[in-house]
């Protein structure tokens, strides 16, 4: 296994880290790496000789690394990612909606404030986790707003990065508001390997590279080692369901996707109610 090398880099993406087993649920826990694979990726990172880190280290640092991401602010990240992490010297970024934390299943402000002081970046999932797409100009300016408000005044920062939801950009005419609100950084769901250098006066794009469940430890390590072949299989993916993605609307791709995983995920329910 080799490093991309280059000045370049790979940002992998979780969202929860589940105290059992993986679940075939079609349901968020599909999305959910269970703890000891959790803690086994992070040793095969430092077996590798890499640097587990969070973003802002990935773009300040030359040394070979690997970025580590959360999406959403699930409680199973504070509770059983973060000790993982300071247990191996290791940070990441978590991107949290704001109206979720608190709720129950997500952590608090407290908990958040406890994350940055070992180290972890906060930053922003939006305020209540919309398609950013459907959003006009005002709206817009005001789910972004909110979310770096309330991160900037509970944890004492300024906030400068946005992770998509659903990897849904906002409209091209609206994009430009990103920066003036202040999101120096945009993370999206696209596969890829992210390289040193970028534009200047716009905001930095960050791929990053899915994570869930219990792939196979040689899996994983392509996936950390940015593989050609496999990014090239997951672009063309991404490419055919952007496509359906486009011509439907992201609201009723994301029904029709979460139907087809839980019609894979319970194919008895789905007999049932043919």
Not at 30 to 37: C, H, L
Not at 141 to 166: F, I, V, Y
Not at 226 to 245: F, K, M, N, P, T
């Amino acid at each position: 296994m080799t490093h991309p090398g280059g000045g370049r880099w790979v940002c992998l993406m979780y969202h929860d880290i589940s105290a059992g087993a993986a679940t075939n649920d079609g349901g968020p826990a599909r999305f959910a790496v269970p703890r000891a694979i959790f803690e086994r990726q992070l040793d095969v990172i430092a077996e590798a000789g890499l640097r587990a880190c969070s973003l802002e280290e990935a773009a300040a640092t030359a040394d070979p690394h690997v970025a580590i991401s959360f999406d959403d602010g699930d409680l199973g990240q504070y509770e059983r990612g973060v000790p993982a992490l300071v247990a191996r010297g290791m940070s990441a970024t978590f991107f949290v909606t704001t109206t979720w934390v608190g709720r129950p299943g997500y952590v608090t402000w407290d908990q958040l404030r406890e994350m940055k002081a070992a180290g972890m970046s906060i930053q922003s999932h939006t305020h209540t986790h919309p398609f950013l797409s459907e959003l006009d100009a005002s709206a817009l300016r005001h789910e972004l707003g909110e979310s770096k408000r309330l991160l900037d005044t509970e944890l004492g920062q300024d906030t400068t990065m946005l992770a998509l939801p659903g990897g849904d950009w906002p409209s091209l005419r609206a994009r430009g508001l990103l920066p003036e609100i202040g999101y120096r950084t945009v993370a999206t769901s696209r596969w890829g390997v992210n390289r040193a250098a970028h534009g200047r006066g716009t905001a930095r794009i960050v791929r990053r590279c899915t994570v869930q469940g219990s792939p196979p430890l040689d899996y994983f390590k392509r996936v950390m080692a940015g593989d050609a072949w496999l990014a090239s299989r997951r672009r063309v993916r991404e490419a055919v369901l952007g496509r359906l993605r486009s011509t439907i609307g992201p609201s009723r791709y994301h029904r029709w996707r979460r139907s087809v995983l839980d019609a894979v995920a319970h194919p008895s329910r789905r007999e049932t109610n043919a």
